[in-house]
């Protein structure tokens, strides 16, 4: 075998354990994604139960550092034109890219959410004591006008 085919040989081998690399990294950050059901379903008992819950069901784990492992793969050999065809590399590579994005984004959020809710509830408590206090004032007010009346009328028989 002459060295130019035993290098192209070798070229190959390598060019499909590349690829072979990249996708194993891509299905390994596809794996660290939440499930759906983590994302879309719930068994808290309130709202800062259930935005907590997201807030844990939307870590990506790993998944980026696996994509960052693709990527680097991906670029090598598309670099090095090992692979033929690998548009498809490149495809699941920007939807697993935007799809971590995307989850970051709303755990992000729904931290924030979730920060924000128990001193809301805090303010509509105080809020609706407030209102408690002046019904129970209102309403004082009330019987003592209907007492004086009734008083009224009382003397107004005798």
């Known amino acids: 075998m002459s060295q130019a085919s035993f290098e192209d040989e070798l070229f190959g081998e390598a060019a499909n354990e590349m690829r072979e690399d990249?996708?194993?990294?891509?299905?390994?950050a596809r794996e660290e994604?939440?499930?759906v059901e983590a994302v879309w379903e719930t068994e808290a008992e309130n709202t800062l139960g259930?935005?907590?819950?997201?807030?844990?069901?939307?870590?990506v784990g790993d998944a980026e550092d696996h994509l960052h492992d693709a990527k680097k793969w991906y670029a090598m050999g598309k670099r090095a034109d090992a692979f033929e065809d690998a548009d498809d590399l490149e495809a699941e590579i920007e939807t697993l890219d935007s799809a971590i994005s995307d989850i970051e984004d709303a755990r992000e959020q729904v931290g924030e959410l979730a920060s924000t809710v128990p001193s809301l509830k805090g303010a509509l408590e105080d809020l609706h004591a407030m209102d408690?206090?002046?019904?129970s004032?209102?309403?004082?007010e009330a019987d003592a006008e209907d007492a004086e009346a009734e008083e009224e009328e009382e003397e107004t028989e005798e």
């Open 22 to 28: 990249v996708e194993e990294h891509l299905a390994a």
């Open 33 to 35: 994604l939440p499930p």
């Open 50 to 59: 259930a935005l907590n819950a997201l807030r844990s069901a939307l870590d």
């Open 132 to 135: 408690d206090g002046d019904e």
């Open 137 to 140: 004032e209102d309403e004082a």
